[in-house]
């Protein structure tokens, strides 16, 4: 991946971003959030499908046949996110008290969240077995003491190692997945660079990047994937820029 075209693309989409109609704004925002909210849950089993997710999020509607738990999976998860995009707004580098918080957003309803465990946890088809709780303190501290030293990382590589890492960590008994990618994306989006959503479909692609991670310490799979995915982001909101160009020159 070439991530000093990334960086460009992030460079030219903050110079006309003002020029882009606010509609088209709200419309894109509002689309990823019930999209990012949909595969993110359903990735760990969410039966919801889309539209059902976007009439909970964005129209209020009750949805018959679901469990309270898949309800509140999905409304979490629009809480969550307005929660990092505040703090984002406000400066606040991702730290853990802002980690646990995002976890009890998440979990509301569901089990006290925020919590690490105190018991042992596997993780199915996983090659690697996570810290028994009195090393996974000791991890989660190290890991959040060194998050402003990874200099050696470049913003992407920063944002997908959080994500990797902690998967090795995995510090909560439920909501790993929904965390991390949250904690991913706050980083994302604090070094200027749009939220990302992993299709439910590419889960298989995705669980086989981060295990090479976990096994091997590989992060360059994990790491392309998001950068994939930012590329396919930052040119849609570039799209519609070149879209206003093309058709004021073909009116005029």
């Known amino acids: 991946m070439d991530y000093n075209m990334l960086y460009n693309k992030k460079e030219q989409l903050a110079k006309i971003q003002s020029s882009i109609p606010s509609e088209a704004l709200k419309s894109f925002e509002k689309s990823f959030d019930v999209e990012y ?23 209020g509607i009750s949805v018959g046949g679901k469990t309270l738990r898949e309800i509140y999976e999905v409304t979490n ?3 969550a996110f307005a929660f990092v995009k505040k703090c984002v707004v406000q400066g606040k580098p991702l730290d853990e008290s802002i980690a646990k918080d995002i976890h009890a957003i998440l979990m509301e309803n569901i089990l006290v969240g925020g919590v690490y465990r105190n018991v042992e946890v596997r993780i199915v088809g996983a090659g690697f077995k996570p810290p028994v709780p009195t090393e996974m303190f000791q991890q989660i501290k190290n890991f959040f003491a060194n998050l402003p030293y990874r200099t050696d990382l ?16 995995h510090p909560f008994v439920d909501g790993n997945g929904r965390t991390l990618r949250m904690l991913m994306n706050y980083q994302l989006m604090f070094e200027g ?10 889960r298989l692609e995705y669980f086989e990047a981060l295990e090479a991670y976990a096994v091997s310490g590989d992060l360059k799979p994990f790491a392309d994937m998001i950068a994939s995915l ?4 930052l040119n849609e909101y570039l799209g519609i820029i070149s879209e206003r160009v093309t058709n004021n020159d073909i009116s005029e």
């Open 230 to 233: 930012e590329e396919n982001r």
């Open 37 to 59: 909210a949909h595969n993110s849950t359903a990735i760990e089993g969410n039966t919801l499908s889309l539209i059902q997710t976007k009439a909970i999020l964005e129209d």
């Open 77 to 79: 998860h629009a809480k």
């Open 193 to 202: 660079f749009l939220p990302v959503s992993i299709a439910k479909e590419n």
């Open 154 to 169: 470049n913003p992407i590589e920063l944002a997908a190692w959080i994500h990797a890492e902690f998967v090795k960590i």
